[in-house]
């Protein structure tokens, strides 16, 4: 099991800088040391174990680019065009051969290169002559249309580094050097709550003053998507010798332990005490909105995650803090959240010191610039603004406003999740 050691708690209740919160957690998780052996079709999404050195050169053989006719380069045409007889051809899984002197070979797409032939014509920019021959233009430069052995990755090379979290791409690559498995660490194993006597789990009775619980559900769907396994452990109630309990008992079986709601400073929200008197805690009061309260601290050596129980606080707060845990204890390289210059459509006020997000979407503009609509509506708890909106604008601690047509940072959703 993942450790996370207490030191890292060492800190007062101020508000703290986005990245400074974030780094101070994530440099001081340990990955899982359990690695599996998994075959490719079971690999995307899994996190490499130790680093793919290529067993083989790519392409594997010298080979034409193209459908055409291969020739020495000492023989090509300068001046003027030249017909060649074509004593030969070659087709794509067949041996290449041997060219002659003073003649071309019939080639096609991926087709071994003849000893001896270095450049390829394009069929579309030969001709026929009538005695069969190929009549094959001035000018063409040596080497052309060709893929040496070795140009997309000579043997030996760096495939894949350790640490890498398997995108198709990946996949296919370890399948072009002839991979049937890849080492993997194991995938992490993260235990859900949400905590309140306000929600009800969809399909139960639900009292005049309560709500359908939906956090619990996306914080499952969106640690499913960073390839972990996760153990759906309901709704803990307001009691607080019950939540210790629980979460302590989930502490001993899992990577990690993550809530949603009771974390804030109301005197019902029990979650931090709850963690204090079986761990270590100090209440995050991170500088974003939405999703300032949110809780971190240790049970057993094992990490624990508070989030704010309104949705979009919740969504945020998982992006920009148990994302890169998660990636972090699952043995991944980090990937930052690098957000793309858009043109902004609206006017926004907000404080400095505070890094905040702003959910938009996405449209061209009349010029052909993408820029990015502001949704009409504030509020932490609106799911539409999540389900209406692209992706967030980021605005950085330093901006207080932000008026039409200036440049800002947009973080797609399919970026953050």
């Not at 090509?76 to 794509?92: E, I, N, S, T």
Request: aromatic fraction near 6%.
């Amino acid at each position: 099991m993942a450790q996370l050691s207490d030191d890292c708690f060492a800190f007062g209740g101020k508000l703290l800088p986005v990245d400074d919160a974030v780094s101070m957690i994530a440099a001081r998780v340990g990955p899982v040391t359990e690695t599996q052996t998994v075959g490719l079709t079971e690999a995307d999404g899994r996190v490499l174990a130790e680093a793919l050195l290529a067993p083989l050169p790519l392409p594997l053989f010298t080979n034409s680019a193209v459908d055409g006719y291969a020739l020495r380069s000492s023989d090509l045409p300068h001046d003027a065009a030249r017909a060649f007889l074509v004593a030969g051809r070659v087709q794509a899984g067949a041996p290449g051969g041997t060219i002659a002197p003073g003649t071309a070979v019939r080639i096609f797409t991926g087709a071994p290169m003849p000893e001896g032939a270095d450049t390829v014509f394009m069929q579309e920019d030969v001709t026929l002559d009538d005695a069969g021959r190929v009549v094959l233009p001035a000018g063409l430069r040596p080497g052309a249309n060709m893929r040496p052995q070795g140009e997309d990755m000579p043997q030996g090379a760096m495939a894949l580094p350790r640490g890498r979290r398997l995108r198709p791409q990946d996949v296919a690559l370890a399948a072009a050097l002839g991979m049937t498995a890849l080492d993997v660490r194991r995938r992490i194993r993260v235990a859900v709550f949400s905590t309140g006597d306000e929600v009800v789990a969809p399909g139960d009775p639900r009292g005049s003053a309560q709500l359908y619980d939906s956090n619990r559900f996306m914080l499952i769907a969106l640690l499913r998507r960073l390839g972990c396994e996760v153990a759906d452990l309901g709704i803990l109630r307001d009691e607080r010798a019950a939540l210790s309990t629980a979460l302590a008992d989930a502490a001993q079986r899992h990577d990690l332990v993550l809530t949603s709601g009771g974390v804030s400073t109301g005197e019902e929200d029990h979650v931090k005490a709850a963690v204090e008197s079986i761990g270590t805690l100090v209440l995050w009061r991170m500088a974003i909105k939405p999703g300032r309260p949110v809780a971190m601290g240790v049970i057993s050596g094992t990490p624990f995650i508070g989030l704010p129980g309104n949705p979009v606080a919740s969504f945020v707060t998982f992006a920009y803090v148990v994302r890169p845990v998660v990636l972090a204890l699952a043995g991944a390289a980090p990937e930052p959240l690098m957000a793309l210059p858009v043109r902004a459509a609206f006017s926004y006020r907000k404080k400095k010191g505070r890094r905040e997000f702003v959910r938009a979407h996405l449209r061209i503009g009349t010029d052909g610039v993408r820029e990015a609509v502001k949704f009409p509506r504030e509020g932490a708890g609106l799911l539409s603004s999540l389900v209406e909106t692209d992706g967030l604008v980021e605005l950085g601690e330093d901006v207080e406003r932000v008026e039409p047509g200036e440049s800002v940072g947009f973080l797609p959703y399919a970026v953050l999740i």
